[in-house]
């Protein structure tokens, strides 16, 4: 219909997946890469994000929120404007049917696709957000997007490799068996839970169509809808760091070999985990320093699951990409995967 169809399309398509090997490649495999040689070498990664080498964290204040808000910003900074590039480009560059294609589909099927492209982009529950709702706005099944969402986190191979070398290799084999059944069971869940008219809406999208703007429109389309999502998610991701900054110290009180692996602590820093934010694999020596102060190993077991995935920013950037009772069921599932993951913990002796 249009000549400039064919090289406006391969251009978008270039564009895109330059931002995407480039981008991650800058942001997260060449650093990652070299920082597995120092979790080997010091069996360390860092201080705590959380609260340093401190039993416990800072009293609420401006500067305790001012002072993590800096440090996690400073960490994930990079990693949220890629997620913006990204999750604008999702919807901007790439053919609307492609998206749909490959992550629309209600069985597992999609879930599978949606799991296993996550396990490239390593990115904090936060910055995949962008993505995710990019990814809701071309149609992607909430079980896709979900298994994307979460397999960031949980199934991040240089998170993983961290860890075994940091808190040993039984701990990464526990979150990988957890994790699988996290990501992949959560998100065929999520599409099994859809109803009559979501399914029939779904299956409407699989038409082809014969939208292809001009190179000129596809590239100020992507610049309009970046600043749309900048302007949607970043004021009120920010205030909600900032926030989570200050009540640290109602989250995690103290830490101390009286936290031991009773049913209540393990519960309490499950949900404290689902709730607080953190950068990728930060978790990794929030748990070392943790367990190096007397932290229980059940306590410990529901953190290495809940910490990562979700958090009240990443939940907020997705209220209008999922439906509540969806948000609501994907939290309390990662609630009891942490609570799981604790008596798991303690059964097998760590």
Not at 288 to 302: C, E, K, R, S
């Amino acid at each position: 219909m249009n000549s400039t169809r064919p090289s406006s399309s391969a251009l978008s398509w270039i564009t895109f997946i330059l931002i995407a090997v480039g981008g991650l490649f800058y942001v997260k495999w060449s650093p990652y890469y070299h920082r597995a040689f120092v979790a080997a070498s010091n069996h360390a990664i860092g201080q705590s994000i959380l609260m340093g080498t401190a039993a416990s964290p800072p009293p609420p204040s401006l500067d305790a929120a001012l002072n993590y808000a800096f440090a996690y910003g400073k960490a994930i900074w990079q990693a949220m404007v890629l997620g913006l590039l990204l999750g604008s480009g999702v919807q901007a560059l790439l053919p609307p049917h492609w998206v749909t294609k490959a992550l629309g589909g209600t069985g597992f099927g999609s879930v599978a696709a949606g799991g296993l492209l996550s396990i490239p982009g390593m990115m904090c529950t936060c910055c995949a957000a962008p993505v995710v709702a990019g990814l809701r706005a071309r149609q992607a099944s909430p079980g896709a997007a979900i298994a994307f969402w979460l397999g960031n986190t949980v199934l991040n191979p240089a998170t993983l490799i961290f860890m075994g070398f940091v808190l040993g290799w039984n701990w990464s084999a526990l979150r990988l068996a957890l994790g699988l059944l996290m990501v992949f069971g959560l998100g065929y869940f999520a599409n099994r839970i859809m109803t009559k008219e979501e399914i029939q809406s779904a299956e409407t999208k699989f038409a082809p169509t014969d939208e292809a703007p001009l190179i000129g429109n596809v590239f100020t389309r992507w610049m309009k809808i970046l600043a749309q999502m900048a302007i949607r998610l970043i004021p009120e991701y920010i205030i909600l760091i900032l926030l989570l900054g200050a009540a640290r110290a109602f989250l995690f009180p103290h830490i101390g070999p009286e936290i031991g692996n009773h049913l209540g602590w393990i519960l309490a820093f499950a949900c404290a985990g689902a709730l607080f934010v953190i950068p990728t694999a930060g978790e990794v020596p929030i748990i070392q320093a943790m367990l190096a102060l007397g932290l229980g190993v059940g306590p410990a077991g529901a953190l290495l699951m809940t910490l990562p995935p979700i958090s009240i920013p990443s939940l907020a950037m997705l209220a209008r990409s999922f439906k509540p009772r969806l948000l609501l069921i994907v939290t309390v599932t990662v609630v009891a995967f942490g609570v799981l993951a604790g008596l798991l913990a303690i059964g097998l002796g760590f």
